[in-house]
Nanobody, 127 residues
Framework: QVQLVESGGGLVQAGGSLRLSCAAS????????MSWFRQAPGKEREFVSS????????YYADSVKGRFTIWRDDAENTVYLQMNSVEPEDTAVYYC????????????????????WGQGTQVTVSS
């Protein structure tokens, strides 16, 4: 089993920055994707960013490209999401996710094939 624990959410002003963390424990070896999804009030959950743990390939949603950065700390089994130039539209609950047996973008962005979810962390951007 795998456990994912997010932290780092909070309240930030538009234009500011925030860093989210997702610490993984349990079965952390192997090839998989670590991703961030988010769900805004009244909206469906959507893909934000993903990183292939064994090869480092990254993907970003168009809405966050150039503003958000995903990276990992192998020693800590932690994936981070650096959020810069945040906008009120970034307000959402952010979820860390892990997808196994995924070959690329098509399944990385598909929440229905996610194997493990974190509990979520609230990010609120004030205007």
């Amino acid at each position: 089993q795998v456990q994912l624990v997010e932290s780092g959410g909070g309240l930030v002003q538009a234009g500011g920055s925030l860093r989210l963390s997702c610490a993984a424990s349990g079965r952390t070896f192997g090839s998989y994707w670590m991703s961030w999804f988010r769900q805004a009030p009244g909206k469906e959950r959507e893909f934000v960013s993903s990183l292939g743990w064994s090869h480092g390939t990254t993907y970003y949603a168009d809405s966050v490209k150039g503003r958000f950065t995903i990276w990992r700390d192998d020693a800590e089994n932690t994936v981070y999401l650096q959020m810069n130039s945040v906008e009120p539209e970034d307000t959402a609950v952010y979820y860390c996710a892990r997808t196994d047996d995924c070959s690329g973008y098509g399944c990385v962005v598909d929440e229905s094939v996610v194997d493990y979810w974190g509990q979520g962390t609230q990010v609120t951007v004030s205007s």
